[in-house]
């Protein structure tokens, strides 16, 4: 048993004996049972055991390793005791609660309020969720037999009327005062039309569900109407393309341009192969072409057909990032196994290593020179054969690790390859495997490896404003957990002006948390870098309504522009809400047909 052996098993044994003490009292119900007026009516009440109060280590260890501390098909709670938010991810579902009534509704990440909790679910609990939370929805929970009920009642759907009226309202008012030449009256008519709805809901209680209803589309169509268009903005997707004739491009441009999208951010290369016939994986030995494209060249196709319509076409490029299938035969990492990015814990594996928190995936060594050189030769062959108009780049980082507050952080690290510890060796004197976490020499090592990143980075960014292309990266937003997990320094990126633009990927659905998010953001940036929102809300399936809000807080944040991940999930439902007003200068026409049919 070698020594990074027995650190990992030392470090599992100190992570399992680790208690997080929860404050909240086990024996006592947060909410008292609900108990419906008389004149109420029950549509919906549904009970369902939780597995945790607080999710930690102790009361949840099933949890341990997930995000948040939600396993696996789990239910679990949080209260502002757990935290500002609640740091799950995007698979699962999360209803916000406050005083005893849902309030919202959200994906993932969702900040916790003061005085209520955010029930959040994964799998069989998220189906519960979804199917019988709603907004207005009152909530019970029994700590005692650790069970939620859910009821959702005629006032369960007044309640949520009202409060899309007040949210379509403060919309409308704050363009009123924001923005120059605004008409008003197309979204006050929808707003109209709901409150008059809503009047039916209160006077007519056998009825109340059908008016509120009623009401709550009024309302839809308000908020979908409140944002105007705004040509100057930057209106994108990201494609992973699958069409592999001209007809099928130019359908998926044709539904692009009639939805608005002037921006399609197309993945060239992904996993280690390109989309279309390259020289230079040629000249490696490589796989030449992603076989899915052979005999075609649907770039150049993309490019073409894209600028008859008016739309850029930017290179989605992930960086370091390789995939996840087995390194075989002419994969890169079976050609070139010493590429292979490796971690603390498998630092003399003389084969490639897979990440396991990146889906088993493999990644090359940012440090070594060979790995840089190759992947700008990929870029230039791409700006000299098909002159784009940008690069996105992705994946310049380094796997994730899991976060430095947990034991087993130095053995989840990446970057121990042979290249790199030599490299490291001559410069500082010392070995990356013998460094201590929390140490001098550890902090020259993060420097090491951040500074390889960013070296590629600042490579790529000639090569692109060379041939005035623009150039945009793809970063985590949480700055300091980019640097502790992932080694991605972006905020020198745009100190030293290597980009133009950040696209972050925001992993919710909710309105107030990626308003935090991208202000913080904001904050670490230099005022000459743009910010894109990368907006999560189509991959996870979230209310067209949670789209609006989430632009509506990048326009109040003057942002350049958002980008929709992605074009797999875009369903009609968000293309027809964006379509409105948002993306379409056509609100006037829009609410006039609507209000002639409600009339």
């Known amino acids: 048993m070698n020594k990074n ?20 009292n086990a024996s006592e119900n947060i909410y008292t049972e609900y108990v419906p007026s008389t004149h109420e009516k029950i549509y919906q009440k549904s009970t369902y055991r939780y597995n945790a109060l607080n999710p930690n280590i102790k009361n949840n260890l099933a949890g341990c390793g997930y995000p948040g501390m939600r396993g696996s098909n789990q239910l679990v709670i949080y209260t502002s005791s757990h935290g500002v938010s609640t740091n799950t991810n995007e698979f699962g579902a999360e209803a916000i609660v406050d005083k005893n009534t849902v309030t919202s509704l959200s994906g993932a990440d969702s900040l916790i309020p003061t005085d209520g909790v955010v029930i959040s679910a994964h799998g069989r609990a998220k189906t519960w969720l979804n199917q019988n939370i709603h907004v207005g929805t009152k909530i019970y929970i029994d700590t005692d037999n650790k069970t939620i009920t859910a009821y959702t009642t005629s006032e369960s759907y007044i309640f949520a009327a009202q409060e899309k009226i007040d949210e379509a309202t403060t919309m409308v008012n704050y363009y009123i005062h924001n923005s120059e030449n605004y008409n008003a009256k197309p979204t006050k008519i929808l707003i109209s039309n709901a409150k008059r709805n809503l009047r039916k809901a209160h006077r007519h209680s056998a009825s109340a569900k059908e008016f509120a209803l009623m009401a709550m589309e009024n309302a839809d169509d308000a908020l979908a109407t409140a944002i105007p268009y705004k040509a100057s903005e930057l ?3 990201w494609i992973r393309p699958t069409e592999n004739s001209i007809e099928g491009i130019t359908a998926v441009l044709d539904k692009l341009q009639a939805a608005g999208i002037n921006n399609v951010f197309l ?71 010493a590429w292979s990015n490796l971690n603390l814990r498998n630092a003399d594996s003389e084969t490639p290593v897979a990440s396991v928190s990146e889906h088993n995936g493999y990644f090359l060594d940012p440090a070594n020179t060979d790995v840089q050189i190759f992947l700008s030769k990929l870029v230039k062959e791409i700006i000299d054969k098909y002159n784009p108009d ?56 993060d420097n090491y490896r951040r500074d390889k990143v960013t070296l590629f980075i600042s490579k790529v960014a000639k090569l692109c404003r060379e041939n005035n292309i623009a150039i945009t990266a793809v970063v985590f937003p949480n700055r300091m957990m980019a640097l502790e997990t992932k080694q991605q320094d972006w905020s020198t990126w745009s100190d030293n002006n290597y980009v133009d633009a950040f696209t972050p990927l925001y992993l919710t659905c909710d309105a107030k948390t990626i308003k935090v998010m991208i202000y913080d953001m904001l904050k670490s940036m230099s005022h000459n870098t743009k910010l894109y929102a990368g907006l999560f809300v189509t991959f996870m399936n979230g209310s067209s309504e949670d789209l609006i809000r989430q632009i509506h807080e990048t326009r109040k944040l003057n942002l350049g522009g958002i980008i929709l991940f992605d074009y797999a999930h875009l369903q009609d439902k968000y293309i027809k809400t964006l379509t409105k007003s948002v993306f379409s200068d056509n609100r006037c026409s829009f609410v006039q047909a609507n209000y002639k049919r409600k009339k």
């Not at 996105?392 to 690790?401: E, K, L, V």
């Open 235 to 237: 209106k994108g997707i």
């Open 5 to 24: 052996t027995i650190k990992y098993l030392l470090s599992l044994i100190i992570l399992m004996t680790m208690v997080i003490t929860s404050s909240a």
């Open 390 to 445: 940008g690069f996105n780049f992705d994946y310049c980082r380094y796997p994730q690790s899991i976060a430095a507050r947990y034991a087993g952080y130095a053995q989840s690290n990446w970057g121990y390859t042979k290249f790199a510890r030599d490299e490291f060796k001559q410069i500082y004197g010392i070995d990356p495997v013998d460094i201590a976490y929390g140490t001098k020499s550890w902090m020259d090592w």
């Open 267 to 337: 993945e060239t290369y992904f996993h280690g192969k390109t989309i279309y016939p390259s020289g230079v994986m040629k000249e490696y030995g490589f796989i030449e072409q992603n076989p899915a494209f052979k005999n075609f060249d649907p770039l150049a196709v993309w490019i073409s057909e894209a600028h008859k319509r008016g739309i850029k076409i930017n290179i989605w490029f992930e960086a370091f990032y390789i995939g996840n299938k087995p390194q075989v035969g002419n994969a890169i990492l079976a050609v070139k196994p």
